[in-house]
């Protein structure tokens, strides 16, 4: 009798070891699992910041203002970027190139007629919007 | 002989019972978060403009929050911290959204005043003034420069980007710069658009989608990366950024 219980002690919890095990081993599906490929956060405090019902609720109200005044300030920005859509360019007396990496322009002019080359390139800028040249910031000059 | 048997099986299940739940949980103690701020992706730097440490704070003077209204110090506070910059020099302490609204509400970049021409909302203009006019000098002075162009910055209510202008965004992004954009009908993750100023980290024209990392976005998750189609997004501005 007394083996008998035993026996029925010792089958219980071999039944519950290996529920634990079979848990620890398959977690339940509604934890976020990790993907190890994914960059893990860094910081090393942990902090959890449990956000209120509010903070859940609350939508970002329109952040963005705008003026007519921001938009010609932008104007120039704006007339740049549609210059570098069309670059490289190659003129007749000059080549205009840009480098994503630096900002910066590279301005080739025909040396054997300089004077012809730059009035060249400045109505090349005219037709696209930019009224001077001097607009364009980070420009490198050569002559070949 | 029996007992004792019994009673060693017994212990020895007892211990495998209580410590192998936690031999197999260790695999996933290493998951730190701080909620509203993610630092991964190569280190890009992710703040949430709703996180409590900041999201209560004015940001205009006229009841408005960084949690309402902070979209645009919380994304440049992004930039700032990805580069380990400060929004005030020489202070020693890595940008947040706090710092970054602090400095812009006295320069006076947060904007107070209602009836503005072309202000985006009928009750007055709030929020931050679009970043591609926010003083070269300032960012200088941070450590980061913008380039000279803006690829959508004709002005409210700001263009839907044609595939070269996407390609031109694309070609900023594959050089290492970040694009600060300013866009006038972002979709709200609870329905209808707002405007809204996000950085976009990725830019794929073919697909016409942008991957941004917005403020008010996943701030509750450890991936905050959004990506969007950008056919019906109107840019006001997009700005490429990065450290000098």
């Known amino acids: 009798m007394k083996n008998r219980a035993v026996l029925i002690l010792i089958v219980t919890l071999v039944i519950i070891t290996i529920i634990l095990i079979a848990l620890a081993l398959f977690p339940s599906r509604n934890k976020e699992s990790v993907n190890p490929n994914t960059p893990l956060p860094t910081p090393t405090t942990i902090e959890i910041v449990i956000p209120t019902p509010s903070d859940l609720n609350k939508e970002a109200i329109s952040t963005v203002t705008y003026s007519t005044q921001a938009a010609k300030l932008n104007q120039k920005a704006f007339l740049l970027a549609n210059l570098i859509l069309l670059l490289p360019y190659q003129g007749n007396l ?4 840009y480098d994503f990496e630096t900002d910066s322009f590279s301005l080739t002019l025909n040396s054997q007629s300089a004077i012809e080359a730059k009035e060249e390139f400045e109505r090349f800028l005219n037709q696209n919007g930019i009224q001077n040249s001097l607009w364009l910031e980070n420009i490198i000059t050569s002559y070949k | 002989m029996n007992k004792r048997l019994a009673l060693i099986l017994i212990i020895t299940l007892s211990l495998i019972s209580v410590f192998t739940p936690s031999l197999f949980a260790k695999n996933n103690s290493s998951v730190r978060v701080i909620v509203g701020e993610v630092d991964n992706d190569n ?3 992710f703040y949430c403009q709703y ?3 900041w999201g209560n704070n004015p940001y205009d003077g006229r009841g408005r929050t960084i949690r309402s209204s902070g979209c645009g110090p919380a994304s440049m506070a992004m930039l700032l911290a990805t580069y380990r910059l400060s929004a005030v020099p020489g202070s020693g302490k890595i940008a947040t959204p706090e710092t970054v609204a602090n400095v812009f509400t006295q320069k006076g970049w947060s ?9 985006a909302n009928p009750d007055g203009c709030y929020g ?11 960012l200088s002075s941070v450590g980061l420069k913008r380039a000279q162009s803006d690829i959508a910055g004709d002005g409210f209510p ?4 044609s595939t070269s202008k996407m390609r031109l965004a694309e070609n900023y992004t594959n050089s290492g710069w970040y694009l600060l954009a300013a866009i006038s009908n972002w979709p709200s993750s609870s329905g209808g658009t707002i405007g809204h100023e996000v950085v976009v980290l990725n830019v794929n024209p073919s697909q016409q989608t942008i991957t941004v990392a917005s403020p ?8 905050f990366k959004r990506t969007v189609s950008t056919r019906s997004l109107k840019f006001i501005s997009l700005v490429p950024i990065k450290n000098k």
Do not use: A, H, M
């Open chain 1, 94 to 97: 000059f080549s205009l190139t």
């Open chain 2, 43 to 45: 280190d890009f730097k």
């Open chain 2, 51 to 53: 996180d409590t440490r």
């Open chain 2, 111 to 119: 904007w107070t005043s209602g009836n503005q021409t072309g202000c």
């Open chain 2, 128 to 138: 931050t003034k679009p970043l591609s006019i926010v003083d070269k000098n300032w």
């Open chain 2, 158 to 161: 700001g263009e839907i980007l």
């Open chain 2, 216 to 223: 008010s976005d996943n701030c509750y998750s450890t991936n």
